[in-house]
């Protein structure tokens, strides 16, 4: 059983940065993905930002170039390093786990292990 468990989240004026990170338990690394996924109230759950077991990342359009996916594996921690942060950043972050993937994607509905979330909040 995959656990999943983020935190770094808080708040923070539009600019600034955050690293969230995701502390992973019961897995092995091979074929499996991690990523980043964010809901706002009232909207979908998106993805933000992939890895894969080889250190192939994936990003959305709308983080491009401000965040960054990392992993460390000694430590079996999953970061997100937000930076230029913007009010529209302003969500519920989540960390999920793949266990059957080749290509860090950003599909929620296939990553079959998820923690709790850490909350985001940018103002302006």
């Known amino acids: 059983q995959v656990q999943l468990v983020e935190s770094g989240g808080g708040s923070v004026q539009a600019g600034g940065s955050l690293t969230l990170s995701c502390a992973a338990s019961g897995y092995t690394d091979s074929a499996y993905c991690m990523g980043w996924f964010r809901q706002a109230p009232g909207k979908e759950r998106n993805g933000v930002a992939a890895i894969d077991s080889d250190g192939r990342t994936n990003y959305a359009d709308f983080v491009k170039g401000r965040f960054t996916i990392s992993k460390d594996n000694a430590k079996n921690t999953l970061y997100l390093q937000m930076n230029t942060l913007k009010p529209e950043d302003t969500a519920m972050y989540y960390c999920?786990?793949?266990?059957?993937?080749?290509?860090?994607?950003?599909?929620?509905?296939?990553?079959?292990?998820w923690g709790q979330g850490t909350q985001v909040t940018v103002s302006s």
């Open positions: 999920a786990a793949d266990s059957n993937c080749w290509f860090p994607h950003l599909g929620a509905v296939e990553y079959n292990y």
